[in-house]
């Protein structure tokens, strides 16, 4: 979608970019949704609400990270 016709030149360069990028991407977003679910379901950051909102915060920069990964993948191929 993002490389254009696939007939053109370079669009399997493209594709093979955007593959890696979002392969990539999934390690902070495993690590973004794993903070998530330890902030809802951990019963020590339950009680402690300043160490909750920390947790999301760093799942929330995580999750950055992986959306930052994924557009560098859009970017030309190089």
């Known amino acids: 979608m993002f490389?254009?016709?696939p007939l053109e030149q370079g669009?399997?360069?493209c594709v093979d970019q955007m593959e890696l990028f979002a392969g990539a991407s999934l390690i902070p977003a495993v690590l973004a949704l794993?903070?998530?679910i330890v902030a809802f379901t951990s019963p020590a950051?339950?009680?402690q609400p300043a160490?909750?909102?920390q947790t999301l915060g760093y799942s929330l920069v995580a999750w950055m990270?992986?959306?930052g990964t994924v557009l560098m993948g859009w970017l030309?191929?190089?």
């Open 3 to 5: 490389c254009g016709d």
């Open 45 to 47: 950051l339950r009680v």
């Open 34 to 36: 794993v903070l998530m």
């Open 65 to 67: 990270i992986a959306g």
């Open 76 to 78: 030309p191929a190089i």
């Open 51 to 53: 160490l909750r909102a």
């Open 11 to 13: 669009y399997q360069k």
